[in-house]
Nanobody, 114 residues
Framework: VQLQASGGGLVQAGGSLRFSCTAS????????MGWYREAPGKQRELVAS???????TYADSAKGRFTISRDNTKNTAFLLLNRMKPEDTGVYYC?????????WGRGTLVTVSS
């Protein structure tokens, strides 16, 4: 299974971005999907996740601003980032859990300018 991530780029503070992450390959059914963020000088942290049943988890910094969703028929998860802040800057990595394995997508850089 591979994860194809899209989205990212440069955005002004207060702006929005939308990410997608699609699983493909043999046995593409993945369970929980989501995104981690790696900010400059910081450890990678969970931003948001969603189970196949739609149960969501958000970092405190993401609550009220970011929305994660998924389309199980397309093995795709989406992350809508609204009211972005400079502290949202970092490399975002999507992930998908398949059994006991965690699969990672390519990191995408997000820069939020003030």
């Amino acid at each position: 299974v591979q994860l194809q991530a899209s989205g990212g780029g440069l955005v002004q503070a207060g702006g929005s971005l939308r990410f997608s992450c699609t699983a493909s390959g043999s046995g593409t059914s993945v369970n929980t999907m989501g995104w981690y963020r790696e900010a400059p000088g910081k450890q990678r942290e969970l931003v948001a996740s969603i189970s196949t049943g739609g149960l969501t988890t958000y970092a405190d910094s993401a609550k009220g601003r970011f929305t994660i969703s998924r389309d199980n028929t397309k093995n795709t998860a989406f992350l809508l980032l609204n009211r972005m802040k400079p502290e949202d800057t970092g490399v975002y990595y999507c992930f998908g859990d398949q059994g006991f394995a965690r699969i990672w997508g390519r990191g995408t850089l997000v820069t939020v300018s003030s």
